[in-house]
């Protein structure tokens, strides 16, 4: 029988307990009600057993008692909290058993407690409402992209208003020069990943601007149409990396520093070699060194003076093979860092069939990256047989030589300075009206107000020289951006 009298004096306690333990009662209680209750419970237990209940068993029953009087208080205040249409706050894990316990289950359901957690879930929610970004699938993605304004102003004629990059003839009986504001450099992207794909790792990007031509209409000048920029996607190790997509080639990547030319790089077609295209690419870490290699949509610079739906296949195309490109650089240091230096080499390989017959041409480059504290320079120098599609020779299809080169200043934090200088060259003789030569000098201050928010104020010397020596065309570019990301 002793065995069955401990279970049931336990339940003589817990109603005994129960009893004592009503809500009117328990706001009225001192400080010391523990001990208290332990005394009445033990004249209980022997009222009914005729047993006492020892004092471990009753603060063990009292205990448990207090933690589930917590948890039913908690859910009242969750419940009037729906009712009332506020997100609840949070429960608190229950007092050790050597805290006063009936002390502690009142504390937790206190307003005032309750109150700073009730605003904080309404802010994370608030933040959780501005950042998500749903997929069908239901995986990662981020919304990234910029809002570009450019206020600019050309002494000539300007091939492109807002990011010029050639000086056009004039026109007889239109004098020279233009002012304008535009946000057509704006892009609009987004990231999808990472996702797990065993031990590999799957990303994509997708970007566009509104650079892609404008609507015949009265005002089409500030409608200005969406263009894909980047779409492209990676499967990624610690090592290596296969992309697969539209990105900056292999062959010359680097860019002067600007924040007013986002649609092409600054110096673009005046020295600096830039090409977007489909391709199959694979990266290859190796410590400092990176090496990549693939192969590329093989275009070659077809002109069209018109848009078409179904465009016809190029030179390039009819070729019947793709274009081979690789790079390897060698990096020390870090962006983050003191200092940092990057040396690399890339190449190009392709093939054209303007006519009947079956042409290559290849291309070279080296560009370079140091800086030492806040003082900096970067540049590339090429030599192409044909690469018109990255701007080379001017933009023609001949033989081309130039590069570019810059040096930046860090004046403060948020406050940096940039100048350089970029040329382009046809190697031999071209005819008279044809372009001989494309050079440029440019300068710009960048002032980042926020790590979102940044101005800039840019200005360009622009001089393109035809086979007669003698015409030259010049364009001094003024440029105001302010840019907001997100």
Same mark, same amino acid.
């Given at each position: 029988?002793?065995?069955?009298?401990?279970?049931?004096?336990?339940?003589? !306690?817990?109603? !005994?307990?129960?009893?004592?333990?009503?809500?009117?009662?328990?706001?009225?209680?001192?400080?010391?009600?523990? !001990?208290?209750?332990?005394?009445?419970?033990?004249?209980?237990?022997?009222?009914?057993?005729?047993?006492?209940?020892?004092?471990?068993?009753?603060?063990?029953?009292?205990?448990?008692?207090?933690?589930?009087?917590?948890?039913?208080?908690?859910?009242?205040?969750?419940?009037?909290?729906?009712?009332?249409?506020?997100?609840?706050?949070?429960?608190?894990?229950?007092?050790?058993?050597?805290?006063?316990?009936?002390?502690?289950?009142?504390?937790?359901?206190?307003?005032?407690?309750?109150?700073?957690?009730?605003?904080?879930?309404?802010?994370?929610?608030?933040?959780?409402?501005?950042?998500?970004?749903?997929?069908?699938?239901?995986?990662?993605?981020?919304?990234?992209?910029?809002?570009?304004?450019?206020?600019?102003?050309?002494?000539?004629?300007?091939?492109?208003?807002?990011?010029?990059?050639?000086?056009?003839?004039?026109?007889?009986?239109?004098?020279?020069?233009?002012?304008?504001?535009?946000?057509?450099?704006?892009?609009?992207?987004?990231?999808?990943?990472?996702?797990?794909?065993?031990?590999?790792?799957?990303?994509?990007?997708?970007?566009?601007?509104?650079?892609?031509?404008?609507?015949?209409?009265?005002?089409?000048?500030?409608?200005?149409?969406?263009?894909?920029?980047?779409?492209?996607?990676?499967?990624?190790?610690?090592?290596?990396?296969?992309?697969?997509?539209?990105?900056?080639?292999?062959?010359?990547?680097?860019?002067?520093?600007?924040?007013?030319?986002?649609?092409?790089?600054?110096?673009?077609?005046?020295?600096?070699?830039?090409?977007?295209?489909?391709?199959?690419?694979?990266?290859?870490?190796?410590?400092?060194?990176?090496?990549?290699?693939?192969?590329?949509?093989?275009?070659?610079?077809?002109?069209?003076?018109?848009?078409?739906?179904?465009?016809?296949?190029?030179?390039?195309?009819?070729?019947?093979?793709?274009?081979?490109?690789?790079?390897?650089?060698?990096?020390?240091?870090?962006?983050?860092?003191?200092?940092?230096?990057?040396?690399?080499?890339?190449?190009?390989?392709?093939?054209?069939?303007?006519?009947?017959?079956?042409?290559?041409?290849?291309?070279?480059?080296?560009?370079?990256?140091?800086?030492?504290?806040?003082?900096?320079?970067?540049?590339?120098?090429?030599?192409?047989?044909?690469?018109?599609?990255?701007?080379?020779?001017?933009?023609?299809?001949?033989?081309?030589?130039?590069?570019?080169?810059?040096?930046?200043?860090?004046?403060?934090?948020?406050?940096?300075?940039?100048?350089?200088?970029?040329?382009?060259?046809?190697?031999?003789?071209?005819?008279?009206?044809?372009?001989?030569?494309?050079?440029?000098?440019?300068?710009?201050?960048?002032?980042?107000?926020?790590?979102?928010?940044?101005?800039?104020?840019?200005?360009?010397?622009?001089?393109?020289?035809?086979?007669?020596?003698?015409?030259?065309?010049?364009?001094?570019?003024?440029?105001?951006?302010?840019?907001?990301?997100?």
């Amino acid at each position: 029988m002793p065995a069955m009298t401990r279970p049931l004096r336990l339940v003589a !306690a817990c109603v !005994a307990l129960a009893t004592l333990s009503a809500p009117a009662f328990a706001q009225t209680r001192p400080g010391n009600a523990a !001990a208290e209750w332990a005394s009445s419970l033990e004249t209980a237990g022997d009222a009914s057993l005729g047993t006492a209940v020892t004092r471990g068993e009753l603060e063990v029953v009292a205990a448990e008692i207090a933690r589930l009087r917590a948890e039913v208080a908690a859910l009242r205040g969750e419940l009037a909290a729906v009712r009332s249409g506020v997100a609840p706050a949070p429960t608190t894990a229950p007092a050790p058993a050597s805290a006063p316990i009936f002390a502690s289950a009142r504390s937790q359901t206190q307003p005032e407690q309750a109150a700073p957690g009730v605003e904080m879930l309404r802010t994370q929610v608030e933040e959780l409402a501005q950042t998500k970004v749903e997929s069908q699938s239901k995986m990662p993605v981020r919304l990234f992209g910029a809002i570009v304004s450019n206020t600019v102003s050309n002494s000539g004629v300007a091939n492109w208003l807002e990011n010029p990059n050639l000086v056009d003839a004039e026109v007889p009986g239109v004098a020279p020069g233009s002012f304008t504001s535009t946000l057509k450099q704006s892009q609009i992207g987004l990231n999808i990943g990472p996702i797990p794909v065993g031990s590999l790792t799957a990303s994509g990007t997708v970007v566009a601007d509104f650079l892609g031509g404008t609507p015949s209409f009265v005002t089409g000048t500030v409608m200005g149409l969406p263009r894909m920029v980047y779409a492209f996607m990676r499967l990624e190790g610690e090592r290596t990396a296969l992309q697969v997509g539209q990105d900056h080639n292999l062959l010359a990547p680097r860019d002067p520093t600007s924040l007013a030319a986002q649609t092409f790089p600054l110096l673009f077609r005046a020295g600096n070699l830039y090409l977007r295209s489909p391709q199959v690419r694979v990266e290859q870490r190796l410590g400092g060194v990176t090496l990549k290699g693939g192969i590329a949509a093989p275009l070659a610079a077809d002109p069209a003076a018109f848009f078409v739906f179904a465009p016809v296949a190029g030179a390039g195309e009819r070729s019947r093979r793709p274009a081979l490109e690789s790079r390897v650089d060698y990096t020390a240091g870090s962006p983050d860092g003191p200092g940092e230096f990057t040396l690399g080499v890339s190449g190009r390989y392709g093939w054209r069939k303007p006519g009947d017959e079956l042409n290559s041409a290849g291309s070279y480059a080296v560009d370079f990256n140091v800086r030492a504290g806040r003082v900096g320079a970067a540049g590339e120098f090429f030599h192409t047989d044909d690469a018109a599609e990255f701007g080379a020779a001017v933009a023609q299809a001949r033989s081309a030589r130039g590069g570019w080169v810059e040096g930046r200043v860090a004046l403060t934090s948020k406050l940096s300075a940039n100048a350089g200088v970029g040329l382009d060259r046809v190697r031999g003789d071209v005819p008279a009206a044809a372009r001989q030569e494309n050079k440029s000098v440019f300068g710009n201050v960048i002032f980042d107000l926020t790590p979102e928010v940044a101005v800039s104020m840019e200005y360009r010397w622009l001089e393109t020289q035809l086979g007669n020596a003698l015409a030259k065309r010049e364009n001094h570019h003024v440029n105001a951006a302010f840019v907001v990301r997100f």
